[in-house]
Each structure stands twice: as C-alpha cells, then as structure tokens.
C-alpha cells in the first residue's frame, strides 16, 4: 500500500532537530525553574494572570489533555493520516510508564496540599497528591510531537508549529486550573515529546497501520476513544462542552475515513 522513498539528508536533519530541540528546550525550563526556586512565585502568578479568561476556556483545554480526548483529535485526521494514531498508539506505553512511574516515585503535593486552595484559583476537583510530573503535559505534547514529527517528514511545518502551540496551551492550563506547579508541566512536556518521537520512530517499523486489518483495528480504537470521551467523569464540569465536540469530531473523522477505506500511503506521511 505505500512506497518508501528514502527520506533525504537534508529532511533527515530537520526531523532530528524537532525531535531534539523542543525536548532539550523543555528539559532546560524544567531545570531553570527548579534552580530558580521560584516554581510557587510563577505558579501564582501564572494562575492569577490566567483568571482573566472564563473557566470554560482552562477547563475545555485541559479536558483536550485526557487520553481519550487526544485520540479523539487525531481520530478526525484518520481518513488522512493514519500515521498519527498509530503512533501516538505505540507512545502509550512509554508515556504511561514515565508519568505513572515517576508520580509514585516523587510522590510531590499539588500546589492545593502546599498553598491551600483558597489562596489561588481553581478550576474543577481540588487535587493534592500525584503532582510530578504532568501527565496531561505529557499527553499534549506527545500526541503534538506525533504530528509534528510526522508532518515535518513530509514539509508541513505550519502543522508542527500548530501542534506545538497548542500543546503549550493544553499544558499551561494545568497551571490555570490550579493542578500542577509550572515544574511539572516542564518536565511532563519534555518526558512526552521524547515518547512522542519514540512512537513516530516504531510506526515507521511496524507498519500496522498500512495493512486493512490493522488500518481498521485502528478504527475501532479510535471509535472507542471518542464515544469514551463523551462519557468521561474527568473532574472539570466547566469542560463538558469540548467533551461533547471531540465527540463529534472523532466519530465523524472515523465515518469519513471508514466511506473512504483505507489509501496507500507516503513513507513520510
């Protein structure tokens, strides 16, 4: 179903920039703000400044950063670029293993456990343990450096800039509904670029997704992730709505690609 060109130096390059250069960028910030000692300064000062938009906007972002919700994004790029859910599907693992383990090793207080809920803003369910790092940080920015890397292969760099921004959006929003401290996004952002990148580098090996039956196992993961997300108790009433849209959006990508069936695809697509 695909042809395989070999990819060029030149493109090559590129790719091992955008794997490297967020993930190091992420890394430093984490280590700055640790170094800082600042982490509770910024915390309230980014959770205040947030407040200047409705809880609806903080809450629907964060809500984006469930597992079921990315899957439900990407389920509407499927008819188009099947690459990205595999992907993204194969960087489970990894990411889960590096947020679920760490929060067990650190086992950190929430910024509600040290400064009290009453002194900032909080959006949603009052969380106090399990802080570092962010494993909505971690989703966001492994599903955008699934797209990005991917898009990047074939030049479509407006994409990896999109994924990424709204990546950053999604992150910071742990910090606007007052759940995470900017340390854990940091450092949850990075761990889930690099695993992000890791599932994009399987995909191109495991090829799954170019068979029909592994393209239509694919569809019915994705199908179940947006009927998922509609029912989810995921602690943000405020967010409801865009639980309802990636609803939508998901199982109507899935409809579209299911009338058009599976298409032969690029080696960098």
């Avoid at 929430?110 to 940080?137: K, Q, Y």
Wanted: proline share 5%.
């Amino acid at each position: 179903m695909s042809t395989r060109p070999l990819p060029s130096p030149s493109r090559s390059r590129e790719s091992a920039c955008w794997i490297a250069v967020p993930a190091a960028i992420l890394a430093l910030c984490a280590l700055a703000t640790l170094a800082s000692g600042r982490n509770s300064e910024w915390f309230l000062g980014w959770n205040g400044a947030a407040a200047a938009l409705p809880a609806f906007v903080w809450a629907g972002l964060t809500n984006l950063g469930a597992t079921s919700g990315a899957f439900a994004v990407l389920a509407g790029f499927l008819a188009w670029y099947p690459r990205w859910a595999a992907s993204a599907l194969l960087a489970v693992p990894a990411g889960a293993l590096y947020t679920h383990g760490a929060k067990e090793f650190f086992d950190e207080a929430r910024p509600a456990a040290v400064l009290g809920p009453e002194n900032f803003n909080v959006i949603g369910e009052v969380l106090r343990t399990g802080s570092f790092p962010s494993g909505h940080s971690a989703t966001a920015f492994g599903f955008a450096a699934v797209a990005a890397l991917c898009a990047v292969q074939s030049g479509r760099r407006l994409v990896a800039l999109s994924a990424l921004a709204l990546a950053s959006a999604v992150a910071f929003s742990r910090v606007a509904v007052g759940a995470h401290w900017p340390l854990d996004i940091f450092a949850g952002a990075a761990g889930g670029w690099l695993c992000g990148a890791f599932g994009v580098w399987w995909s191109s090996h495991w090829r799954f997704w170019e068979r029909r039956t592994g393209w239509r196992v694919l569809a019915a993961l994705l199908a179940a992730f947006s009927i998922s997300i509609f029912f989810e108790e995921l602690g943000y009433p405020e967010g409801r709505w865009i639980q309802y849209v990636l609803c939508a959006w998901g199982l109507g990508g899935i409809a579209v690609a299911l009338a058009r069936g599976p298409q032969p695809q690029r080696a960098d697509a």
